[in-house]
Antibody, heavy 123, light 107 residues
Framework: EVQVLESGGGLVQPGGSLRLSCAAS????????MSWVRQAPGKGLEWVSG????????YYADSVKGRFTISRDNSKKMLYLQMNSLRADDTAVYYC????????????????WGKGTTVTVSS | DIQMTQSPSSLSASVGDRVTIPCRAS??????LNWYQQKPGKAPKLLIY???SLQSGVPSRFSGSGSGTDFTLTISSLQPEDFATYYC?????????FGQGTKVEIK
């Protein structure tokens, strides 16, 4: 079965750091781009970041550029999101999603999603 | 950045109704438009990609249309399990952007 499973969420103080992980299984991980999407409490979906299959190109939302870093380890079938300088408005459920192609744009679609991991930024 | 607009933010409908959900892009995105369904407490699910292609396993009562800036998701006969929030998302260029969502509620 094709699956992705997030971990690493938790409570962190403003200005702190957190690293999210996403474990992939059931598919040839290295040939698919991956993405992170978040959803603040009671709000809509916000795309956060994407990375191509090789890891050679990365993409970010303006709201996280310079603070978050997406990376992947194809040998371990893992996706990561390093989040620094966290703010209260980063509080959200963070979803890992598999894309259906090796590239992100144009035309990428997120066809497999994890259940999400919750990040709370609060003092 | 490309802005995606969904209006209304919610609509009420009955089982068996035909429902249409519009989505507008702030600039032309060709057919690089996806639709997702999300139920409370659950992850989103891909329904339609490339504006009109049905994702594998999705019931045929769901369909999508449009190109350029104006798109529509149609549910031909609303079923009890279709009450959910629907999001459009452009994948023409990064940053990817979602519409604010349309919640389909029971009338």
């Amino acid at each position: 079965e094709v699956q992705v499973l997030e971990s690493g969420g938790g409570l962190v103080q403003p200005g702190g750091s957190l690293r999210l992980s996403c474990a992939a299984s059931g598919f040839t991980y290295s040939i698919y781009a991956m993405s992170w999407v978040r959803q603040a409490p009671g709000k809509g979906l916000e795309w956060v970041s994407g990375i191509i299959g090789s890891g050679g190109s990365t993409y970010y939302a303006d709201s996280v550029k310079g603070r978050f870093t997406i990376s992947r380890d194809n040998s371990k079938k893992m996706l990561y999101l390093q989040m620094n300088s966290l703010r209260a408005d980063d509080t959200a459920v963070y979803y890992c999603a598999k894309l259906s192609a090796i590239v992100v744009v144009p035309g990428g679609k997120m066809d497999v999603w994890g259940k999400g991991t919750t990040v709370t930024v609060s003092s | 950045d490309i802005q995606m607009t969904q209006s209304p933010s919610s609509l009420s409908a009955s089982v068996g109704d035909r429902v249409t959900i519009p989505c507008r892009a702030s600039q032309s995105i060709s057919n690089f438009l996806n639709w997702y369904q999300q139920k409370p407490g659950k992850a989103p699910k891909l329904l339609i990609y490339a504006a009109s292609s049905l994702q594998s396993g999705v019931p045929s009562r769901f369909s999508g249309s449009g190109s350029g800036t104006d798109f529509t998701l149609t549910i031909s006969s609303l079923q009890p399990e279709d009450f959910a929030t629907y999001y459009c998302q452009q994948s023409s260029s990064t940053p990817w952007t979602f519409g604010q969502g349309t919640k389909v509620e029971i009338k």
